[in-house]
């Protein structure tokens, strides 16, 4: 079935159409607050990482083959056992309701829509209950890890007994970043949006937090510098659910990872929002994925806003990527039915460009796609 982005077009007011993720980008920026837009769109320090998240996709070209018939394309694939519409999955993003009310529960309806999956924020604006209830696709859970393991074992057991098909752990948070256009702008989150997954049915924290501090601001004293690998095991061993670690950026940390019984790897620099200076996530894919050597699925976040990106992201060897700031975006400029247009942009336009590399399945997308200029 094809996808046509301009059939799907949102109404508004402003005559200039949305044809692409950039002009929800833009729209997103008229919409939101200033504090808002610094907290969704802010990275760490100079931001480095952040723009070669994108301009590193931009470099690497595609090599199409042609006189294949695209007929009759499939974007299906599976991914830990879940059959998607295609692959894309929506990334994990905290207080989705400082873009619209509609918050996760939109966007889960909206992924839920289209086949899609999403990943479910510990931080989110709403619980991983109410979100379940909304969604009628599959969802996987985001962890971060605190040092209170007993905290950690009650959301795994929360997120099994939602429904939840996976427990995706970030690694890569043992100390926030320095975001300084969100300090610039004063973004606080108190009186604005909770983190209501990590609240009791009676409302209290699930931490020892002072009562006249917000839980948010309080969130971020609390020290994860003293994750290992020894406390993975117990991370595996606390859930009956697949296991991904989300953060992984070389090589010898996925292998290392597959030794502690890790079911995936989600490649992730943070949207640049942690360590600045790294490479792009597109950058250090392949090395992961050849070293995984199919193992288990490689996933990629970071930059994608084309098509033509995920062609490249499934040619370097992903089983599928995650998308997060777009979603936002598109929330923001018109809630749920603005989220759900992003999706199908993004499906359109991966329909049409693997019809034009040759490709009417996820499976005929391999690495010849890529080009590789030979040496002189």
């Known amino acids: 079935m094809s996808h046509s982005p301009e059939s799907n077009a949102v109404p508004s007011s402003n005559p200039s159409p949305l044809l692409n993720l950039a002009d929800y980008e833009a729209r997103a920026r008229d919409v939101l607050s200033e504090a808002a837009w610094a907290y969704y769109a802010s990275a760490a320090n100079d931001e480095i990482t952040y723009r070669e998240n994108r301009a590193a996709y931009e470099r690497i070209k595609l090599h199409p083959r042609m006189l294949r018939d695209v007929t009759n394309r499939s974007l299906r694939v599976e991914v830990l056992g879940q059959f998607l519409r295609a692959p894309l999955i929506v990334a994990p993003m905290a207080y989705n309701t400082l873009a619209h009310a509609d918050g996760e529960l939109g966007i889960a309806r909206a992924a839920g829509q289209r086949g899609l999956l999403v990943t479910h924020s510990t931080l989110a604006s709403y619980t991983m209950e109410q979100v379940a209830e909304a969604a009628t696709g599959p969802l996987w859970y985001q962890l971060y890890a605190y040092r209170e393991r007993e905290v950690n074992l009650r959301l795994m057991q929360r997120a099994e007994q939602a429904g939840y098909k ?14 300084e256009s969100e300090i610039r702008a004063g973004f606080h989150k108190r009186d604005t949006v909770r983190a209501v997954n990590l609240l009791s049915d009676d409302m209290r924290p699930l931490f020892d937090a002072p009562a006249d501090v917000d839980l ?20 595996r061993g606390g859930t009956r659910l697949p296991v991904l ?26 949207g640049g929002r942690q360590l600045d200076g790294v490479p792009a996530t597109i950058e250090v894919l ?30 370097l060897g992903a089983r599928a990527v995650m998308v997060g700031r777009p979603l ?5 400029v018109n ?8 999706l199908d942009l993004l499906l359109a336009e991966l329909e049409l460009a693997m019809a034009l590399c040759g490709a009417a399945t996820i499976s005929e997308i391999t690495a010849d796609l890529i080009w590789r200029p030979t040496s002189s």
């Open 335 to 342: 809630g749920e039915a603005g989220a759900g247009h992003v």
């Open 166 to 179: 996976a427990v995706v752990v970030t690694v890569d948070t043992p100390m926030l970043g320095r975001r």
């Open 245 to 270: 670690l989300k953060g992984i950026m070389r090589a010898d940390d996925a292998v290392r990872a597959l030794d502690y019984g890790v079911d995936g790897i989600v490649v992730s620099n943070h």
């Open 328 to 332: 936002l975006w598109g929330l923001a």
């Open 286 to 315: 392949e090395s992961i994925t050849k070293a995984v050597n199919g193992r288990v699925p490689v996933i990629v976040d970071g930059g994608i806003r084309r098509g033509t990106d995920i062609v490249k992201a499934l040619a």
């Open 216 to 235: 948010a601001q309080h969130l971020q004293t609390i020290p994860r510098a003293n994750l290992t690998w020894y406390d993975l095991r117990w991370i």
